[in-house]
């Protein structure tokens, strides 16, 4: 097994949740009721909930008996679309440089990402709400896949056709981090490099507005790959030029590794996709003391 993929796969982001002062007891009188603890970054932070609940349930207004609906979490006041890897919210909302990653940002970025918790009886309208726990989010993320597989194919009759054993193997495979058993289903999935019709392709941005961009990824044009600064060229180039005098003015991160643009969209599927089938791009502006690199 390829060792980025390796890597990819046990990356993890450390977490510092902080409970929302309306939601505790004596809010005015007790300190912070904070939780820490690590994630992968391949994983849905919803599936923390309950883990995050159980720990802080004594110091809460009510009792808990929904471990999903109506809670969320946020970020300086921006809720969190649980619906995306952890590592790609984290990647696009930070919006930081890896390479300034461990110096002037490390409290909050490289060493510990601030959240709060947060509940409500109706979450925000970028919060998918969770009516039927766990299976919920199992079936969104079997969806992610169904997508995923048609951009590839031309249709989902790959992932449709998984034996319900494999279906859920595959979904534990997540679940227990076991990278063997999530490969071996995927790659029931996916074409060979001259049967894939395109990419599937996420580009996350958080400036001047937090959304994302699902531009058609073809793997090659006229016997070549297409690089990533292609497409990155074509959909922003604003930021990423068509010329190689002028600077970027933006990074391309996945899995937290800034990427060099010349890769071809295709090697970074298959080296850096995510767990939900999606090559996830987070667009990094350039900052006032980072170096600007030509287009690649």
Known sequence: MDNVRRRAWAGSLNLRVTVHPDLTLNSSNEPEHIISFRVPREIYLVLYFPYILERVAPELRTNVTDFYNG??????GVPLSWNFPAGVLFDSLTGL?????????RHNSLNVWELTLRHEDQCPTNVIPIVRGRDQVR?????QWKQACFILNGASKQV?????PDTMKFWDSILRRDQNSFDTIKE???PTFDNTRYVPLRVHLALPQIRFLEPQAKVQHNNGHIRLGDVLSSEFPEWFPNDSSTPNLAKAVIQGIEVPLQLSVWYLYQELSSFDGFLHVSLCLMTEDASLTSRS
């Open 71 to 76: 809670w969320w979490l946020e970020m300086e």
């Open 139 to 143: 079936e969104f993320w079997m969806h």
């Open 188 to 190: 029931k999935i996916l």
């Open 160 to 164: 449709m056709s998984l034996s319900k």
């Open 97 to 105: 440089d890896p390479a300034l990653r461990s110096s002037r940002h």
